[in-house]
């Protein structure tokens, strides 16, 4: 079995500690480094070039931030998750926009970091529904013009209501459809973004500033 390599970033030591055991406990994710700063996580990224950094935000040196936008940089082939206590738009939508594949809440279970790890790895990006509708609302409340004109109106309505974490089923109660139809429209918005995912394709319309009010 290929493992996930993983490199934690965190300045508290107990995080670290208690992040590194719990994915012990994974066997397709190994834990291959830690570090306490983003100084040290740049560098660690260059030497042990792991598949996913696990990054938090507040450090020492040379913040989450910062650093992400290091490694992207320099390394565009390993993906950044973000694991931090913050979970508002003014933390997500920097991040993203830096380069992280994802985001996730330092408050989620053992099982879903794990699969928001799994998730960037394989899929390239990650938002759970509740920080996906914070940065949408980030988005939409911002003065950026919004470059949408390769969707229709109807397929931006779908990608609002993906966003609230709505199933297909869910988006055509709303919109008075079929479940085919909706299906169809994701189907047609993934492939004009080029997306794979959900949280690709939300992830993709915050970068682009495709999704208005």
């Known amino acids: 079995m ?9 300045d508290h030591a107990i995080v670290r500690e208690g992040v590194c055991a719990l994915l012990a406990r994974r066997k397709d994710i190994e834990v291959v480094g830690q570090a306490s700063d983003g100084k040290q996580a740049v560098a660690q990224a260059a030497a042990l070039l792991p598949d996913v950094v696990l990054m938090d935000i507040s450090m020492p040196a040379m ?28 933390y997500v939508v920097p991040l993203l926009r830096a ?13 879903e970091l794990a699969d928001a790890i ?9 938002l759970p529904p509740n920080i996906a509708r914070a940065v949408v609302d980030g988005v939409m409340a911002s003065n950026t013009p919004a470059n949408h004109s390769i ?10 209501l993906v966003a609230d974490g709505l199933s297909s089923r869910e988006i055509a109660e709303r919109l008075c459809l079929s479940v085919k139809t909706v299906d169809t429209h994701r189907s047609n918005i993934l492939e004009k973004l080029g997306a794979h995912s959900s949280a690709e394709l ?12």
Not at 118 to 126: D, K, M, P
Not at 151 to 160: I, P, S
Request: charged content about 30%.
């Open 99 to 111: 380069g992280a594949a994802g985001y996730i809440a330092k408050r989620a279970r053992a099982n």
């Open 63 to 90: 913040n989450g931030l910062e650093a992400t936008q290091e490694i992207r940089k320099s390394l565009p082939g390993i993906r950044v998750l973000v694991l931090s206590q913050y979970e508002s738009k003014e």
């Open 118 to 126: 799994r998730a960037v790895y394989l899929e390239g990006a990650f």
């Open 202 to 213: 939300i992830k993709y319309a915050i970068r682009e500033g495709i999704v208005e009010a």
């Open 151 to 160: 969707l229709t109106e109807r397929e931006l309505q779908v990608v609002r």
């Open 2 to 10: 290929t493992k996930i390599r993983v490199l934690v970033v965190d």
